[in-house]
């Protein structure tokens, strides 16, 4: 840090204080918003907190100006310091005031500065569990981030302007639960945003939904709810702006499983584009009716898929695989003689199995083709004497129109 005088200290912080009084005076939330914004590193910032560890006296100036801020300085001194679970402390004394301010205030005039302290609240809070866990005690900061913020939606979920703010609250909630694996402690929001007579969904910020849309369409992957997570997912695909690649990326990691498992295969530009080829192989094994591949797709990606929660999603396409290399041989046998093509020997799978280095016996085969058939993904039945699948004349190979499969 360069050398500052006691004057230039005294000026910075002056000034901030004024800039924060002003704001409020003249409801200039974007003027407001910038003030809040720790981790964001703006260097107007920086330099008001390196003016803190100089002057001798804030007390005195911050007695002069808003009785809110005085935990605000206190948190931006110390997250300048690298002292993130007293940043922490204090943000929060800071937001909890700020909370009591933006109730008594009638208009919405101070929402995006909200959204700058929810998002603050929540960053910070992460920062600072890290602290503690390399410091050998228990993270505790972000879970009382979470229960910040429901105090928070409680403020914002009642009727006038200041309503369309609950569901950006509700993102930050979901990227909390999330992160500590406490999913469950969503439901309760979803309910109120879902039920409420109060909120009108078309009303909230479309990047607000695309969010929403975004975590409750990997709920719905989590609860193997696939034809509610398809769409969800769509939507915020559908609504996402094209030039924010990143939050396409994010959106098709959980979309393209829930595609695959009713039946829609992702082309490989897409997958390219966005850089997704760890669905490459299992979209191959799906085209090929290769067992063998889609098991090396999931080895070889496993901690991926089991860290982003779709491994068993994509495990369950092997009945697809099954459907698809029952159906190989079927086109095969219809080349050579038509008038047979829907008698398939289960021997004949086997062998196709085993040519993939898949090693079932007959048995094994007989139980995954009677899956196959009682979940609709073929139409036949058994000659159980002549070990024989009869598949039906007539569409034998159904299409999945949109219906899971393994579920």
């Known amino acids: 840090m360069a050398y500052i005088s006691m004057g230039e200290a005294h000026r910075r912080i002056t000034d901030y204080l004024n800039h924060f009084s002003d704001a409020i005076a003249t409801q200039d939330g974007a003027s407001l918003r910038r003030l809040l914004s720790l981790s964001s590193n703006n260097p107007k910032l920086l330099s008001v907190a390196d003016a803190l560890n100089v002057f001798q006296d804030v007390s005195r100036l911050i007695r002069q100006s808003h009785e809110t801020v005085a ?55 992460e920062r600072a569990d890290q602290e503690l866990a390399s410091n050998g005690k228990t993270p505790d900061k972000l879970k009382a981030a979470g229960s910040f913020l429901m105090k928070v939606f409680g403020v914002l979920a009642g009727k006038g302007p200041k309503r369309v703010g609950a569901l950006h609250v509700t993102c930050q909630l979901f990227k909390i639960y ?114 063998r591949l889609l098991r090396c797709a999931l080895q070889e990606h496993e901690d991926r898929f089991l860290k982003s929660g779709v491994y068993l999603v994509l495990e369950k396409l092997e009945l697809q695989v099954y459907r698809r290399l029952l159906k190989k041989i ?67 190979f159904p299409k999945l129109m949109g219906k899971p499969v393994g579920v």
Not at 358 to 377: F, S
């Open 71 to 125: 935990p605000l300085l206190r948190s931006l001194q110390c997250y300048k310091l690298g002292q993130l679970v007293d940043a922490y402390n204090s943000y929060e004394k800071f937001a909890n005031a700020f909370i009591q301010e933006f109730r008594n205030w009638e208009s919405a005039w101070a929402l995006e500065a909200l959204y700058v302290v929810a998002y603050e609240i929540r960053i910070i809070a």
């Open 330 to 396: 079927y086109t095969i046998q219809k080349h050579k003689d038509p008038s047979k093509a829907h008698q398939v020997k289960l021997d004949t799978i086997v062998k196709a199995l085993k040519w993939l280095q898949i090693d079932m016996d007959v048995d094994e085969v007989e139980c995954i083709v009677a899956i196959l058939i009682y979940k609709n993904l073929i139409k036949g039945y058994f000659a159980h004497k002549s070990k024989v699948v009869v598949l039906s004349k007539q569409d034998p």
């Open 178 to 291: 999330f992160k500590l694996g406490t999913v469950h402690l969503c439901r309760s929001v979803i309910r109120s945003i879902e039920t409420a007579r109060i909120f009108d969904f078309e009303e909230f910020p479309p990047r607000d939904k695309v969010t929403y849309m975004y975590y409750t369409g990997r709920l719905e992957v989590f609860n193997e709810n696939f034809p509610a997570a398809d769409q969800k997912l769509s939507y915020a695909l559908a609504h996402c702006h094209p030039d924010h690649a990143p939050n396409i990326r994010m959106i098709l990691k959980y979309l393209i499983p829930v595609k695959l498992s009713i039946g829609i295969l992702p082309g490989d530009l897409l997958l390219e584009k966005y850089n997704l080829l760890e669905y490459r192989d299992v979209v191959l094994a799906l085209t090929r009716g290769d067992l």
